[in-house]
């Protein structure tokens, strides 16, 4: 490919901090608030205009991976941060749950309330500064450290210097950015993309009683031409409206998108529209309740399960998830199954047994590059087995409060250990197994 050189320029320098966190999805709101709550002073950057990740920008609909099922019933196997803003969801009656799903259970909620309450949080911590539209586009490396994030403007490039840097970008921006260890799954084993969308004026409650018990039968019948013959409608708490999973977004030769390219990207969007659409119309003519109901809105942004995987101190594996594994350095735990969105048109699901979880390792998050820099969320390190399950929302956002966590301890005192880690956030009210 033909290539220009860029010309040396100067970025003003908008926030010198000591945790900035590249990225506002579920793990930078997680790395966010942690960081500022054990006092540290913290920039928050995301290329979007509102904060959630494909908690918002996807309209994903259900957080996964909050509960384990005991012999009681459900119980939290991720709380502190993820725990509280659920809960600040649930308590305003825009969240509920756990809803029975499979083995495991959902928290159904309403992603225009997570945009507010994510404003809300990050708004009352004062030690945050955050920037939306702000793209982090490059990053500066001084020996084995980042020294400074460059951030696209429409003024042109500005920067944020930092002490510590959390990578939360779900991509592993920062980490390739800055030469760090990353890989991309291969076809057949990397998550596909999908668009979420949303249909209005449904009669809700023949949806509910007689609609969605019959869309896989409907789907399986005459749904031939849709790209899952999975997905679901998902009741948001507004009356007669849901949201469509019911799209499977690929290249035109079916392999999985690369989000980081942008042909592949704009045609995923583009495509991604048309399925939704087709998708949309299928429900309308077919599933009982839905005859009224029409296509408000696909989800902001086309939802990427999987981009980069930062290779990191320790690979998570699909055996640990698999064998409930345990590990000293624990910062977390998983209860959610291995959901594979890989191959054909369906979704597979690989449970753990009853009341089982996993440990999540802090190495995980400690990628081979500068020594400044953690990674929280879907970009960890793991093999693709085990993203199958870590990647959601819940333990995502638990990721993030321990990269957070210790993103402000060690800048505090370069000292600080992952036992020092731990008795933190067990502090702070999270599930450490
Ligand atoms: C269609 C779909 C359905 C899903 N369904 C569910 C579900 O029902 N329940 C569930 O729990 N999980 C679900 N998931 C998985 C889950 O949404 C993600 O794995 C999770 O959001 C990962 O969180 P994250 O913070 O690591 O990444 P993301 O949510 O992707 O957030 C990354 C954030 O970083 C920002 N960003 C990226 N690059 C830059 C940059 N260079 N500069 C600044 N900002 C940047 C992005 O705009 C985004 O806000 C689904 C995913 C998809 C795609």
């Known amino acids: 490919m033909a290539a220009i050189s860029l010309p040396a320029r100067r970025a003003d320098i908008v926030a010198e901090v000591d945790v900035c966190v590249a990225g506002a999805g579920p793990a930078g709101l997680g790395a966010a608030l942690a960081a500022a709550r054990q006092g540290a002073t913290v920039c928050l950057l995301e290329r979007h205009g509102f904060m959630g990740g494909n908690f918002t920008a996807a309209s994903v609909g259900t957080v996964c991976g909050l509960y384990v099922k005991e012999d009681s019933g459900f119980e939290y ?3 502190g941060i993820a725990e509280e803003m659920v809960e600040a969801l649930t308590s305003n009656g825009q969240a509920m749950g756990p809803v ?17 309450l994510f404003d809300h949080a990050v708004s009352s911590e004062e030690r945050i500064t955050l920037f939306l539209h702000a793209l982090v586009s490059e990053v500066i490396v001084e020996g084995d450290r980042i020294e400074a994030v460059v951030v696209a403007s429409k003024r042109g490039p500005v920067a944020v210097r930092a002490a510590s840097f959390v990578d939360a970008t779900g991509d592993a921006d920062l980490v390739a950015f800055s030469g760090g260890e990353w890989v991309m799954g291969e076809a057949g084993r990397r998550q596909h993309a999908s668009m ?11 949806a509910m009683a007689r609609g969605i018990p019959a869309l896989s039968g409907l789907i399986a019948e005459r749904g031939g031409s849709l790209t899952r013959d999975g997905g679901a409608l998902i009741p948001t708490f507004r009356p007669g409206e849901f949201i469509g999973a019911m799209t499977r977004v690929t290249n035109p030769d079916g392999s999985p998108l690369d989000i980081t390219d942008l042909t592949q990207a704009t045609w995923g969007e583009l495509r991604g529209r048309e ?15 839905f005859e009224g109901a029409f296509l408000a809105d ?6 990427i399960r999987e981009s980069r995987r930062v290779v990191g101190k320790y690979v998570l594996t699909g055996d640990d998830v698999r064998g409930a594994a345990r590990f000293d350095d ?8 291995l959901e594979y969105h890989v191959v054909g048109r369906s979704t597979q699901y690989v ?3 009853p009341g089982e979880y996993y440990q999540v390792p802090f190495r995980s998050i400690v990628p081979e590059g500068p020594v400044n820099l953690l990674v929280a969320g879907r970009c960890l390190s793991a093999d693709p087995d085990a993203l199958a ?18 993103a402000a301890m060690s800048t505090r005192d370069p000292g600080v250990t992952p036992a020092d880690l731990q008795q933190s956030l067990r502090d702070q009210g999270a599930f450490l197994g």
């Not at 969308?197 to 409650?205: I, K, P, T």
């Not at 624990?330 to 959610?336: K, M």
């Open 275 to 289: 399925l939704a659409e087709e998708a949309a119309r299928f429900v309308i003519d077919n599933v009982p309740g």
């Open 330 to 337: 624990s910062i977390g735990a998983g209860a959610w199954p």
């Open 298 to 303: 696909t989800a902001p942004n086309l939802g």
């Open 389 to 406: 399950s870590i990647r959601v929302m819940a333990p995502s956002m638990a990721i993030g409060q321990a990269a957070g966590t210790w």
């Open 77 to 79: 196997v991720v709380r």
């Open 196 to 206: 979420q969308f949303v249909l209005q004026h449904a009669a809700g409650d023949v």
């Open 100 to 116: 029975p799903f499979q083995e495991s259970a959902v928290l159904l909620y309403l992603p225009w309330a997570a945009k507010r």
């Open 351 to 353: 449970h753990l047994p």
